[in-house]
């Protein structure tokens, strides 16, 4: 009898850990530890990605207790090599050491480099200006040519914490110039809790993190409310369009195909 309780619990827990670990993912390099690292990681293992940690000091108790946390098989080793190990390498250092970091991860050819950085500093008028003339995202391709990079505005940590708790889904801007690395990365963000939008190539990073910049605005002014970007959907211009407008995009026959949004759009008006 003992023996087939132990065959069933043994069933049982494999069923739980295939439910919890359904579809197997990517192996993911998290290069940084810190407030978007020890969020990131243990919401992708619980969605079927293996998550190596890339941290200066691997054996730090904060990174093994988030080691602990991530579950899934989860390691910490050097940025280097984790970088090295995985499929997928995401960049969550501060930018004043994003140059040393990058630089240094080794050899990236056809790995996925997610930037997430914004390349800010506060200017003599206290609001912030950008630290770059390009991006951060077109200079870590710089830094990095054989890697597919893509330019991914993430929320803050406490709204990947918890997608829902301002009532609905924040929009995550996703540019890049390889198709497949942005298809990729915007089922990454979905799986995070967020909403994709295509933003075009990765020149338009520098856009997104424009962008990013207006988000403070409120944060410095000190005010009680901020907000977060939750793109409504519109099939306006799709519904109207006139093709000789504007000359269609050179991708316009090969675009990226994303998760289905939260609210679809509604039907064109009949005439």
Same mark, same amino acid.
């Given at each position: $009898?003992?023996?087939?309780?132990?065959?069933? @619990?043994?069933?049982?827990? @494999?069923?739980?850990?295939?439910?919890?670990?359904?579809?197997?993912?990517?192996?993911?390099?998290?290069?940084?530890?810190?407030? $978007?690292?020890?969020?990131?990681?243990?919401?992708?293992?619980? $969605?079927?990605?293996?998550?190596?940690?890339?941290?200066?000091?691997?054996?730090? %108790?904060?990174?093994?207790?988030?080691?602990?946390?991530?579950?899934?098989?989860?390691?910490?080793?050097?940025?280097?090599?984790? %970088?090295?190990?995985?499929?997928?390498?995401?960049?969550?250092?501060?930018?004043?050491?994003?140059?040393? &970091? %990058?630089?240094?991860?080794?050899?990236?050819?056809?790995?996925?480099?997610? #930037?997430? @950085?914004?390349?800010?500093?506060?200017?003599?008028?206290?609001?912030?200006?950008?630290?770059? @003339?390009?991006?951060?995202?077109?200079?870590?391709? #710089?830094?990095?040519?054989?890697?597919? &990079?893509?330019?991914?505005?993430?929320?803050?940590?406490?709204?990947?914490?918890?997608?829902?708790?301002?009532?609905?889904?924040?929009? =995550?801007? /996703? %540019?890049? #110039?390889? +198709?497949?690395?942005?298809?990729? &990365?915007?089922?990454?963000? =979905? *799986?995070?809790?967020?909403?994709?939008?295509?933003?075009?190539?990765?020149?338009?990073?520098?856009?997104?993190?424009?962008?990013? +910049?207006?988000?403070? &605005? !409120? /944060?410095?002014?000190?005010?009680?409310?901020?907000?977060?970007?939750?793109?409504?959907?519109?099939?306006?211009?799709?519904?109207?369009?006139? *093709?000789?407008?504007?000359?269609?995009?050179?991708?316009?026959?090969?675009?990226?195909?994303?998760? #289905? !949004?939260?609210?679809?759009?509604?039907?064109?008006?009949?005439?």
């Amino acid at each position: $009898m003992l023996k087939y309780a132990a065959i069933l @619990s043994l069933v049982l827990l @494999s069923a739980i850990s295939a439910q919890l670990y359904a579809t197997e993912r990517e192996t993911v390099a998290i290069i940084g530890t810190g407030d $978007m690292g020890d969020s990131i990681g243990p919401k992708l293992a619980k $969605m079927g990605y293996r998550i190596i940690y890339g941290s200066r000091d691997p054996s730090d %108790a904060s990174v093994r207790q988030l080691v602990a946390l991530t579950g899934n098989n989860a390691q910490a080793t050097t940025q280097q090599e984790a %970088a090295q190990q995985a499929e997928i390498v995401v960049l969550v250092v501060p930018w004043p050491a994003m140059e040393q &970091v %990058a630089k240094n991860l080794g050899k990236l050819d056809g790995k996925i480099l997610i #930037d997430v @950085s914004i390349p800010i500093r506060q200017a003599e008028d206290g609001y912030l200006e950008s630290m770059v @003339s390009t991006s951060s995202a077109q200079l870590i391709q #710089d830094w990095n040519p054989g890697a597919r &990079v893509v330019k991914a505005l993430l929320a803050g940590s406490n709204v990947i914490d918890d997608p829902m708790a301002l009532g609905g889904r924040v929009t =995550s801007f /996703v %540019a890049a #110039d390889d +198709r497949n690395a942005k298809e990729i &990365v915007a089922r990454i963000v =979905s *799986d995070l809790g967020l909403e994709p939008l295509d933003a075009g190539p990765l020149r338009h990073a520098q856009e997104i993190e424009a962008w990013a +910049r207006l988000w403070f &605005v !409120p /944060v410095l002014q000190k005010r009680k409310q901020g907000f977060e970007l939750a793109v409504l959907p519109s099939n306006y211009w799709h519904c109207i369009w006139q *093709d000789e407008w504007y000359a269609p995009v050179s991708d316009s026959e090969n675009l990226a195909v994303f998760p #289905d !949004p939260e609210v679809p759009s509604k039907p064109c008006p009949s005439k």
